[in-house]
């Protein structure tokens, strides 16, 4: 991988004791005052970031005052942990990469990260750089390019050959790509807001032994991105990797949501994947059928999820468990089915199991009535007044009111366009679209007549049939909103296990406070 140059390199070869001091260094260079030969007190701060980590010792902690920094680079072991931290109220930002190549014991915390206004960059070049990394924590931070700009740069970080890393509570805007895990182990990622990339993938994981923990991100590709490359996916995983979780995300905008697929270039010979939980995702406006598709792995559950457009697709896996799950398409390809139930289908008429409940209404808060995703082979027709609408033959006539969301890039506003022409599978639209469909087409949603409030919402009303019918013994924890199961009061239980009072789907119906 690419770094940038003129980097600020501290190396620090030995392993600090664990009963080190726990002393505090400040840096400000916005403080007149600030001077590398001061003690790095905060009323008299050093400088430079390279002059503080040449004093600090394990368990210490040095904090960033407000400014711009160089790019950084953190060698060593450090036990117990340095921290690098921003100091109260301020908004330290590095001008380049942090790289904890090798490292081990570091946390970072309040810490923005984006690359300098001028200067070469490659797009890979990693913002967060772990190869190599132990015992490592990265929180409260922001990574990403310069949001005016029309071709983004830089992978947000890079996790490779590593151990013992947490990614927690940091914003990711503008990248070229997102997070990458690779031949990695004991990684967690939590509560990552990644938005607008411009190339492949959200999340890719790559060949991990594992455990890899993935809880609680949102991820959409729901607006301008610059010029796109790939399928520019949520999640992605490549090859074999072994105890993956993927819980609690929240996903829409994207070409394909989870996807683990076959690669081509190492098939048959691909190794399988093994120990899957996809629990708890809501996931929608997907361009492709691709929600959760999994394609060779042993022992997968997939609980408690809602897919209001869509549904799992398991081919050629053993040890599956689908339970709790809301789909919007109906059953198609599971195979390796051992255990199902309570599931609840909003199309068809298929059951994987007697307590599944098909072709029933959730009871949304606010939904759309119907979705036409494009004609797969005409999507490239498609223009700006004239879509191919899959299934919409016959349903679709003119003076309908539809909302169009296009993979082009652009956010989904709740603006409604007429359909001013029917020309068989072709529908005519105005006003135009401000582009043509990007390379993935488009998907139209009708509302009812008069609706005005065009923002989907996928949380139960009160008389959904998924509130307290599920299997409570999934072992299922908080929802993605932080709920706990709640037994409401007014519903009987009709679920099963320990907790008869589970819900079907991703979000816990709780009532609101009397």
Request: glycine share 12%; aromatic share 6%.
């Amino acid at each position: 991988m690419k770094t940038v140059p003129h980097a600020a390199i501290i190396l620090i070869s030995a392993a600090f004791a664990a009963d080190a001091m726990g002393g505090e260094w400040h840096v400000a260079p916005a403080n007149a005052a600030a001077d590398d030969g001061n003690p790095g007190t905060a009323e008299r701060p050093f400088r430079t970031v390279t002059a503080a980590l040449g004093k600090a010792q394990a368990g210490d902690t040095v904090f960033l005052g407000d400014g711009d920094y160089p790019a950084q680079r953190i060698a060593g072991a450090f036990a117990p942990a340095l921290t690098l931290a921003a100091a109260a109220n301020a908004k330290p930002r590095l001008r380049g990469a942090l790289d904890l190549s090798g490292a081990s014991g570091v946390r970072v915390r309040g810490i923005a990260i984006s690359w300098p206004a001028e200067g070469s960059v490659g797009n890979m070049t990693p913002f967060l750089q772990l190869a190599g990394a132990r015992d490592i924590e990265i929180s409260d931070s922001e990574i990403g390019d310069g949001a005016d700009r029309t071709e983004w740069r830089g992978m947000a970080a890079n996790i490779s050959r590593a151990r013992d890393i947490a990614l927690r509570n940091i914003r990711i805007r503008n990248v070229y790509f997102g997070v990458n895990v690779e031949f990695s182990e004991r990684v967690t990622l939590e509560r990552l807001d990644i938005r607008l990339w411009t190339h492949e993938d959200g999340i890719r994981v790559r060949e991990c032994p594992g455990p890899v923990l993935i809880e609680g991100c949102y991820l959409t590709n729901a607006g301008v991105a610059g010029r796109k490359g790939g399928h520019v996916d949520a999640i992605q995983v490549v090859y074999g990797s072994d105890n993956l979780t993927i819980r609690n995300c929240h996903i829409h905008g994207v070409a394909q949501a989870i996807g683990a697929f076959t690669d081509s270039r190492a098939a048959p010979d691909q190794r399988r994947r093994r120990n899957w939980r996809i629990e708890g995702n809501l996931i929608y406006d997907v361009y492709t059928p691709h929600h959760a598709t999994v394609v060779g792995a042993d022992g997968v559950v997939v609980v408690n999820n809602t897919f209001p457009q869509g549904a799992a697709r398991l081919s050629r896996c053993t040890g599956v468990v689908v339970k709790n799950n809301i789909f919007g398409e109906p059953a198609g390809t599971i195979e390796g089915l051992t255990e199902a139930g309570h599931n609840l289908w909003l199309a068809g008429a298929a059951k994987l199991a007697p307590t599944d409940i098909a072709g029933a209404d959730a009871r949304f808060v606010n939904v759309e009535t119907a979705l036409y995703r494009m004609d797969w082979g005409k999507r490239a027709e498609c223009t700006e007044t004239r879509l191919y609408p899959r299934g919409a033959a016959g349903r679709l006539k003119v003076g309908d009111r539809i909302e169009v969301f296009t993979s082009d890039g652009s956010g989904r506003d709740g603006t409604l366009r007429e359909i001013t022409a029917v020309d068989g599978d072709a529908i005519d639209i105005a006003p135009p679209l401000s582009a043509k469909p990007g390379s993935l087409g488009a998907i139209v949603y009708v509302w009812p007549p008069g609706h005005e409030n065009r923002r989907p919402d996928y949380r139960l009303r009160p008389d959904s049939p998924a509130i307290d019918s599920a299997d409570g013994d999934v072992e299922r924890g908080k929802d993605l909103a932080g709920n706990e199961p709640f037994d409401v009061p007014e519903a009987p239980n009709t679920g099963a296990g320990r907790m008869p009072y589970l819900d079907r789907g991703a979000l816990e119906y709780v009532p609101a406070p009397r």
